[in-house]
């Protein structure tokens, strides 16, 4: 009746009295005394949904100053419930006070809103630039080209892990293989590497010529993001067209173009006749 339950959550504490322990105890016929493992999956079912921050949106300040919410995405905490109603149910039988510390499939870089820490990548599709910050600092900053919306390739949006990095990777797809230095997957199959091939990054080129979906970098600034990343670390991603987008954007780009070009001719021809 006396014991006390804690968890804790980074500064947040959830605390399991005596008294609603007592509720979930039943006597078996040899007179042992049992916990009922329902009632308390239950307590730490409530725990999870009110902590766990895996594939959540996040409100986010961009390096731009813009607050926006980026959704989705497979980042932050994600508490392995049968395991930890394991912890819960041995610390009970002990009949004493204790920290139950809850058992993690993944875990963020810390408890509370901006669980992606203080470490992470930043990238901005919509200006088509990538920011690398390290312990809070801007370490590096640069254009990219993003994947190509027009054909189903945008890159998505969320908040992800870091996956891992590897050097000198070849990557593979239906009509592709390209060898690459620096190698940073976050998404399945999408990462950020260098793209030795493009002489020209950002601006709207990953409309019309952008990537399969990966995060293509100037080599220099590939080097710098490899040397600099840890595994597990967020990569949060946000902005760019969709598909339909893209194709509106595109189309009303040519039309513009071509208009430009009729007023050109139109305006030679009169300057033409003017001249005869």
Not at 60 to 82: C, H, L, P, Q
Request: charged fraction near 25%; hydrophobic fraction near 35%.
């Amino acid at each position: 009746a006396a014991e006390t339950l804690t968890f804790r959550f980074g500064e947040n504490t959830e605390s399991l009295s005596g008294q609603e322990i007592a509720s979930w105890l039943q006597v078996g016929k040899d007179l042992e005394i049992q916990v009922n493992r329902d009632q308390a999956a239950a307590f730490v079912k409530t725990l999870a949904r009110k902590y766990d921050t895996f594939g959540g949106n996040r409100n986010f300040k961009t390096s731009k100053g813009a607050e926006i919410v980026v959704r989705g995405g497979n980042y932050g905490w994600w508490m392995n419930r049968d395991k930890t109603t394991d912890a819960l149910v041995d610390a009970i039988k002990k009949g004493q006070d204790a920290e139950v510390k809850p058992v993690y499939k993944l875990t963020g870089a810390q408890f509370g809103a901006s669980d992606y820490g203080n470490s992470y990548v930043e990238v901005d599709l919509d200006a088509q630039h990538v920011y690398l910050y390290k312990n809070g600092s801007l370490v590096a900053e640069t254009d990219c080209v993003s994947g190509k919306p027009i054909n189903g390739n945008a890159t998505p949006d969320g908040t992800y892990f870091l996956n891992y990095k590897e050097k000198d990777a070849t990557l593979k797809g239906e009509d592709y293989s390209t060898p690459v230095s620096f190698w940073m997957p976050f998404n399945g199959n999408i990462g950020m590497h260098d793209a030795y091939w493009r002489k020209e990054f950002g601006g709207k080129l990953y409309l019309a010529r952008g990537s399969h979906g990966c995060i293509n970098l100037p080599p220099a600034q590939a080097k710098i993001f490899f040397a600099n990343l840890e595994k597990g670390e967020a990569v949060i991603v946000y902005g760019g067209m969709n598909q339909a987008q893209a194709q509106a954007y595109l189309a009303d780009e040519k039309k513009k173009q071509e208009d430009e070009q009729k007023k050109a001719e139109q305006k030679q021809q009169e300057e033409e006749a003017a001249a005869a």
